[in-house]
């Protein structure tokens, strides 16, 4: 039986999530992340890997990623939360989204996608809608870093 079922998330409300058939322990292998391997370099010099449209790509190593954007990846439908309830872990050339605690049937799957913070993050606003959300899809570490950004215009904005 499978881990998971496909319907409409809660949290990419356009789109679809996966969501627990039953009660899963921690460090549970829920789905395997596939795709196409290809080389960093073809990353770098490809149109296809735009900010400005959903990005599927995990780096595998210093040569090479993992290039998740096909439809038969159904793992790509794993929306993110700065709540998260599962990671990505990989090992060599695979990728699995694995639980990180115990997640009860009917939750939906998370993954913090981990995007970095730089010049570009209001690219991504986050819609995880969770008690520690930043407002966009930025690593966990970086998220201060909003919070202190939106502290601050506030307190320009109260003068």
């Not at 970095?116 to 520690?132: A, T």
Request: net charge positive; proline share 1%; glycine share 8%.
């Amino acid at each position: 039986m499978k881990l998971y079922r496909i319907k409409r998330s809660k949290i990419d409300k356009k789109g679809r999530g996966l969501y627990a058939t039953r009660d899963i322990k921690e460090g549970t292998k829920i789905i395997n992340y596939v795709g196409k391997i290809i080389t960093n370099k073809e990353v770098d010099e490809s149109i296809k890997f735009d900010n400005k449209k959903p990005i599927y790509l995990f780096t595998l190593n210093k040569k090479y990623t993992l290039d998740g954007d096909f439809s038969w990846n159904i793992a790509g439908l794993v929306n993110h939360s700065c709540n998260n309830n599962c990671d990505y872990n990989g090992k060599g050339l695979k990728v699995w989204i694995t639980a990180i605690r115990d997640i009860k049937k009917g939750e939906e799957f998370t993954c913090d996608y981990g995007f970095s913070y730089d010049e570009d993050y209001k690219q991504f606003p986050c819609k995880c809608g969770s008690k520690n959300c930043c407002g966009y899809i930025v690593r966990e570490e970086s998220r201060w870093r909003i919070n202190k950004k939106f502290a601050m215009s506030k307190k320009k904005i109260n003068k």
